[in-house]
């Protein structure tokens, strides 16, 4: 069975630039998670999708919004750019039943400049 | 904040067991112990989770304590390709589905050496 994948893997931006990240999920599996890492915040988780709705929320401003399609594939999306929004950002996925464990993609490498 | 506290790194010598605690004082009856690991720059991987009793998988063992305050994770023979930062992380599971949202320590970075 095929993985988490995202795309695009390597992203460069400027600020004040808006930017969209994709995201498939393993097949079968309903649920897509954000998460932002940094150096010096660690993993933050930034929302949750489940059938197209979002599910629970971070700690994230406004500006970073995301979207669950029929087939489950997720973008999130991130207006405005700032410099502090360099990051890895990983998706994972999983089936939304009790006890089911989280799969994580490679992860987009977002760089503002 | 995250639940747990683990110590920041550790060494281990290619070939021998590699033993990671974790410390989960306040953890509740129906939160999982959940390992993942992130080699440099990867996603997390997820490596396995238990309950109350011990698990093992083609991976590594699990041993959690009986007062559930406390697990191991063992790498029975740690290679140089488990260098990586170790993550573990309680989690809610209940009837009806858990949340998609883990919460992530700094873990702890290990080093496998020659």
């Known amino acids: 069975k095929a993985g988490v994948t995202q795309t695009p893997r390597y992203l460069i931006k400027t600020r004040g630039q808006q930017v969209t990240l994709s995201c498939s999920p393993i097949s079968g599996h309903r649920s897509v998670s954000w998460y932002q890492q940094t150096p010096g915040q660690g993993l933050q988780f930034l929302f949750e999708?489940?059938?197209?709705?979002?599910?629970n929320k971070g700690n994230f401003p406004g500006r970073f919004s995301g979207r669950q399609f029929s087939n489950s594939r997720s973008e999130m999306n991130v207006s405005t750019l700032e410099l502090g929004d360099s990051a890895l950002y990983l998706c994972?996925?999983?089936?939304?039943?009790?006890?089911?464990?989280?799969?994580f993609g490679p992860g987009t490498r977002l760089t503002v400049l | 904040d995250a639940k747990t506290t683990q110590p920041p790194s550790m060494d281990c010598a290619e070939g021998r067991a590699a033993n990671l605690p974790c410390n989960h004082s306040?953890?509740?009856?129906?939160?999982?112990v959940y390992w993942y690991r992130q080699i440099h720059s990867q996603g997390p991987q997820y490596i396995i989770h238990g309950l109350k009793n011990n698990e093992t998988n083609e991976m590594a063992s699990l041993i959690i304590t009986e007062d559930r305050k406390s697990s191991t994770l063992i790498l029975p023979h740690a290679t140089l390709r488990d260098t990586a930062v170790y993550y573990c992380?309680?989690?809610?599971?209940?009837?009806?589905?858990?949340?998609?949202?883990?919460?992530f320590g700094k873990g702890t970075k290990l080093s496998v050496k020659p």
């Open positions: 999708y489940f059938s197209e709705t979002q599910r």
């Open positions: 992380i309680v989690r809610l599971s209940h009837y009806g589905g858990s949340q998609g949202n883990l919460i």
């Open positions: 306040t953890i509740s009856g129906n939160e999982y």
């Open positions: 994972a996925s999983r089936v939304a039943q009790s006890t089911d464990t989280q799969y």
